[in-house]
């Protein structure tokens, strides 16, 4: 049974930082892409940022470029997303996904598996 648990959301002022975290199970972590998405309240959800299986390849969204980085530990089968600068529309619901291609993650937004997400809200 694949998992995926997020951790790390919370409550933040503006320009402040968090890390998020996603501890992947059941699943051949370093065979697998890993991306982080968000769903700001009352949106669709939102592509953020994915990382090739080997760390060779990173996309972002425009909107997060020089304020929030990608990284994965494949002897942790865990990947983070470090957030800072955080503004006050980085406020959503942050997910974790894993997917055979980084491609499918970030052009598609398609993740073979998701996490249930954790809150992060970002005060002004």
């Known amino acids: 049974q694949v998992q995926l648990v997020e951790s790390g959301g919370g409550l933040v002022q503006a320009g402040g930082s968090l890390r998020l975290s996603c501890a992947a199970s059941g699943l051949p972590f370093s065979r697998y892409a890993m991306g982080w998405f968000r769903q700001p309240p009352g949106k669709e959800r939102e592509f953020v940022a994915a990382?090739?299986?080997?760390?060779?390849?990173?996309y972002s969204a425009d909107s997060v470029k020089g304020r929030f980085t990608i990284s994965r530990d494949n002897a942790k089968n865990s990947v983070y997303l470090q957030m800072n600068s955080l503004k006050p529309e980085d406020t959503a619901v942050y997910f974790c996904?894993?997917?055979?291609?980084?491609?499918?993650?970030?052009?598609?937004?398609?993740?073979?598996?998701w996490g249930q997400g954790t809150q992060v809200t970002v005060s002004s």
């Open positions: 990382i090739s299986w080997g760390s060779g390849r990173i």
């Open positions: 996904a894993a997917s055979s291609t980084v491609v499918a993650l970030h052009k598609d937004g398609r993740g073979d598996y």
